[in-house]
């Protein structure tokens, strides 16, 4: 391994983590306009899209997201002529990166060979998130009024005034579980709601209200519907992206589902342990690493389900009805293959988890090729590598997918109210933040106090205990 | 060394910018000059390891007043026509200049006066949430952090009875 590689492996692994988080955004994103049509489909009880494809294979309405892509890339930019040039042009390009930023704080797993799962550990925690949130404002603020157009500022100005109103409830609904934890850290929140699931913030009375008060806060500040005032159709056009087209409005459009992202992330972790299972800790997982693999394969059976379910769809009216040589008879059989690809894969987790409690050495990937010189610089002794590594790689995948699990989740339930909320008039949605959820917060933080002085490990954990 | 870099770097963003406040004519580019301006000065809190105050400078001061002045600008809707005048500026820049050369005297008397700190006695968690709520809540300013939070409570109630014609 060479001297200049090893020197610059902290700065690596600082670029790896920045990668990993966004590309953990920027993956979940498109998957996330598809659940949106398709959400909203399944919720007005129609088919949804499932017209464009790629020879012949329509995934199910996944291709629609791509031809969007390709769509926004090809139209053309246009600048009207009447708008603030270079504020104009600057507001989406503050609404991504500020969305994208707010990522960092969000831990992905406890640790991983001795490396922090998250981007950065910066000591202001959450705080930090907050403070990102509110420049987030600005990128909105400035398309209103940068568009020079009566209705873009109307939609630039309610949500600013929405976003600051909010922010209050957020942030005091936050301190709840900064006094419980004791900490703004988001790893140490997520560590003490490590084991079992009555950890979890969200089974406290206090955390619960908080738990409530924020996601309401969070749907706010992502200017989502019930609260998409900003961009209100029926009366604002579009609101402050009204002026916006091609990649410009895509900036926009592709951070309110960051801005959504990020929200369910930081929920999941506040208020659900975040990369906790809510059945063992990760202490747990690292010991039994290879029993986790085995458990892997369990998936197996509903794999094989689901394949079958796909290899049914043939007998469906549509596909008979279609004309021999079609491209989309091919359909059922692609799913069908990708069921049992993965079936073969979970299955070959297993069989690797069965070895290694046969042998106790198949989880020693640390010594295969290059790697094995990568964890000699870092001080490891050829027999720890294996030991280490293995059930810490364990540990921090199943952390990340339950992370991933939850974070999707979240952002279900966001498209699950958009499209059964309608949406708040403007008094109504002052009324709503600073008359009845700010009052609710600031009493609830003095409840939070008296909670955490009188049950310090929590209700549940002081009758069941806390592993 | 690449501290004294980022240092420089930061703090003449921070200058230029400030600097940008004053002299722009557009109101709206001044407000976003201030923020750039406060953004560079949480930079600058970082690199003294003061975490928190940096933090606490974009939630505060970027995020939620200069929200508020934007606002209020783009609610007032300044444009084109209507920009800050600069007439009468003689006598005003010689006020502002008087004004801010007696603030740079008493800044330069009381940077005179500092004990000189060794880079040893700065304890390990300095600047740490933990250790400034110490630092307000037991330690030496907990009266003069009260007393702030009196004022700030005597501001909101003042600005009520100017606000609310009818109590």
């Given at each position: 391994?060479?001297?200049?590689?090893v020197?610059?492996?902290?700065y690596?692994?600082?670029?790896?983590?920045c990668?990993?988080?966004?590309v953990?955004v920027?993956?979940i994103l498109?998957m996330?306009?598809?659940a949106?049509?398709?959400?909203?489909a399944?919720?007005q009880?129609?088919p949804?899209?499932?017209?464009a494809?790629?020879?012949?294979?329509?995934?199910?309405?996944?291709?629609h997201?791509?031809?969007?892509?390709?769509?926004l890339?090809m139209k053309?930019?246009?600048?009207p002529g009447?708008?603030?040039k270079?504020?104009?042009?600057a507001?989406p390009v503050?609404?991504?990166?500020?969305?994208?930023?707010?990522?960092?704080?969000v831990?992905?797993g406890d640790?991983?060979?001795?490396?922090?799962l998250?981007?950065?550990?910066?000591?202001?925690?959450?705080?930090?998130?907050l403070a990102?949130?509110g420049?987030?404002?600005?990128?909105?603020?400035?398309?209103?009024w940068?568009?020079n157009?009566?209705?873009?500022?109307?939609?630039?100005?309610r949500?600013s005034?929405?976003?600051?109103?909010y922010?209050?409830s957020?942030?005091?609904s936050?301190v709840?579980v900064?006094?419980?934890?004791?900490?703004v850290s988001?790893?140490?929140?997520a560590e003490?709601?490590?084991?079992?699931?009555w950890?979890?913030?969200?089974?406290?009375?206090?955390g619960f209200?908080a738990?409530?008060l924020?996601?309401?806060?969070?749907?706010?500040e992502t200017?989502?519907?019930?609260?998409?005032?900003p961009?209100g159709e029926?009366?604002?056009?579009?609101?402050y992206?009204t002026?916006?087209?091609?990649?410009r409005?895509?900036?926009?459009f592709m951070?309110e589902y960051a801005?959504?992202i990020?929200a369910?992330a930081?929920?999941?972790?506040?208020?659900?342990g975040?990369?906790n299972t809510?059945?063992v800790?990760p202490?747990?997982?690292?010991e039994?690493a290879?029993w986790?693999?085995?458990?892997a394969?369990?998936a197996?059976?509903?794999?094989?389900w689901?394949?079958?379910?796909?290899?049914?769809?043939?007998?469906r009216?549509f596909?008979q009805?279609?004309?021999a040589g079609?491209?989309r008879?091919?359909?059922?059989m692609?799913?069908?293959g990708?069921?049992?690809g993965?079936?073969?894969?979970?299955?070959?987790?297993?069989v690797?988890?069965l070895?290694g409690?046969?042998?106790?050495?198949?989880?020693?990937?640390?010594t295969?090729g290059?790697m094995s010189g990568?964890?000699?610089?870092l001080?490891?002794s050829?027999?720890?590598q294996g030991?280490v590594?293995?059930?810490?790689?364990v540990?921090?995948i199943?952390?990340?997918?339950?992370?991933?699990v939850k974070?999707l989740?979240?952002?279900?339930?966001?498209i699950w109210?958009?499209w059964?909320v309608?949406?708040?008039?403007?008094?109504?949605l002052?009324?709503?933040g600073w008359?009845?959820?700010l009052?609710?917060?600031?009493?609830?933080?003095?409840l939070?106090a008296?909670?955490?002085?009188?049950?310090?490990t929590?209700?549940?954990?002081t009758?069941?205990?806390?592993? | 060394?690449?501290?004294?870099v980022?240092f420089y770097l930061f703090?003449?963003?921070?200058i230029?910018?400030g600097v940008g406040?004053?002299?722009?004519?557009?109101?709206i580019a001044?407000?976003?000059?201030l923020?750039?301006?406060?953004?560079?000065?949480?930079?600058?809190y970082?690199?003294l390891?003061?975490?928190?105050?940096?933090v606490?400078?974009?939630l505060?001061y970027?995020?939620a007043?200069m929200v508020?002045?934007v606002f209020v600008?783009?609610?007032?809707n300044?444009r084109?026509?209507?920009?800050?005048s600069f007439?009468?500026i003689?006598?005003?820049?010689v006020?502002?200049?008087g004004?801010?050369?007696l603030?740079?005297?008493?800044?330069?008397t009381?940077?005179?006066q500092?004990?000189e700190?060794l880079?040893?006695?700065?304890?390990?968690d300095?600047?740490?949430i933990?250790y400034?709520?110490r630092?307000l809540f037991?330690?030496?300013?907990l009266l003069?952090?009260?007393?702030?939070?009196?004022?700030?409570?005597?501001?909101?109630?003042?600005a009520?009875v100017l606000?609310k014609k009818e109590?």
């Amino acid at each position: 391994m060479s001297e200049l590689f090893v020197a610059s492996l902290p700065y690596l692994i600082a670029l790896g983590r920045c990668i990993f988080a966004v590309v953990f955004v920027m993956q979940i994103l498109p998957m996330l306009i598809w659940a949106e049509r398709k959400g909203a489909a399944y919720i007005q009880d129609r088919p949804g899209p499932n017209r464009a494809h790629v020879l012949g294979i329509r995934a199910a309405g996944l291709v629609h997201t791509l031809n969007d892509v390709v769509k926004l890339i090809m139209k053309e930019d246009i600048i009207p002529g009447h708008v603030e040039k270079r504020y104009w042009a600057a507001a989406p390009v503050i609404a991504m990166s500020v969305a994208l930023c707010t990522f960092i704080v969000v831990p992905f797993g406890d640790n991983f060979m001795g490396y922090d799962l998250k981007v950065s550990d910066i000591d202001g925690g959450l705080l930090f998130v907050l403070a990102a949130t509110g420049m987030g404002v600005y990128g909105v603020m400035l398309a209103g009024w940068a568009s020079n157009n009566k209705f873009s500022l109307m939609g630039g100005l309610r949500a600013s005034a929405q976003m600051v109103s909010y922010e209050l409830s957020m942030g005091l609904s936050a301190v709840v579980v900064f006094l419980i934890a004791g900490s703004v850290s988001l790893s140490t929140i997520a560590e003490m709601q490590a084991g079992v699931a009555w950890n979890w913030t969200v089974f406290t009375p206090v955390g619960f209200i908080a738990f409530v008060l924020f996601w309401t806060a969070a749907f706010a500040e992502t200017n989502r519907t019930p609260f998409d005032l900003p961009e209100g159709e029926a009366e604002l056009v579009g609101g402050y992206h009204t002026e916006y087209s091609s990649l410009r409005f895509a900036l926009f459009f592709m951070a309110e589902y960051a801005n959504m992202i990020v929200a369910s992330a930081v929920t999941a972790t506040l208020f659900f342990g975040g990369y906790n299972t809510g059945i063992v800790t990760p202490a747990w997982l690292r010991e039994h690493a290879d029993w986790v693999l085995v458990a892997a394969a369990g998936a197996v059976p509903v794999l094989l389900w689901f394949a079958f379910e796909a290899h049914k769809r043939k007998q469906r009216p549509f596909y008979q009805a279609l004309p021999a040589g079609d491209a989309r008879l091919k359909e059922p059989m692609v799913f069908v293959g990708i069921w049992l690809g993965a079936a073969v894969a979970h299955l070959g987790i297993g069989v690797a988890g069965l070895m290694g409690l046969a042998s106790k050495l198949s989880l020693d990937f640390a010594t295969f090729g290059m790697m094995s010189g990568v964890f000699e610089s870092l001080g490891m002794s050829a027999e720890t590598q294996g030991t280490v590594f293995g059930p810490d790689l364990v540990t921090a995948i199943v952390g990340i997918t339950v992370l991933a699990v939850k974070v999707l989740f979240g952002c279900w339930f966001f498209i699950w109210v958009r499209w059964t909320v309608p949406r708040f008039r403007y008094d109504q949605l002052m009324d709503l933040g600073w008359k009845r959820m700010l009052p609710l917060a600031i009493g609830n933080v003095m409840l939070a106090a008296v909670w955490v002085a009188v049950f310090p490990t929590g209700l549940l954990s002081t009758f069941f205990g806390s592993k | 060394m690449f501290e004294a870099v980022l240092f420089y770097l930061f703090s003449l963003v921070a200058i230029v910018s400030g600097v940008g406040v004053v002299t722009m004519r557009n109101p709206i580019a001044s407000a976003l000059s201030l923020v750039v301006c406060f953004f560079f000065l949480a930079a600058d809190y970082v690199l003294l390891d003061a975490h928190f105050v940096a933090v606490i400078q974009i939630l505060v001061y970027a995020g939620a007043i200069m929200v508020l002045f934007v606002f209020v600008i783009m609610l007032l809707n300044l444009r084109h026509g209507d920009h800050l005048s600069f007439e009468d500026i003689g006598r005003r820049s010689v006020v502002g200049m008087g004004t801010a050369g007696l603030l740079a005297i008493g800044l330069f008397t009381a940077l005179g006066q500092l004990p000189e700190i060794l880079p040893a006695a700065i304890p390990a968690d300095y600047g740490t949430i933990a250790y400034i709520g110490r630092a307000l809540f037991e330690g030496p300013y907990l009266l003069p952090f009260e007393a702030v939070s009196a004022l700030l409570t005597v501001a909101v109630v003042g600005a009520v009875v100017l606000a609310k014609k009818e109590i």
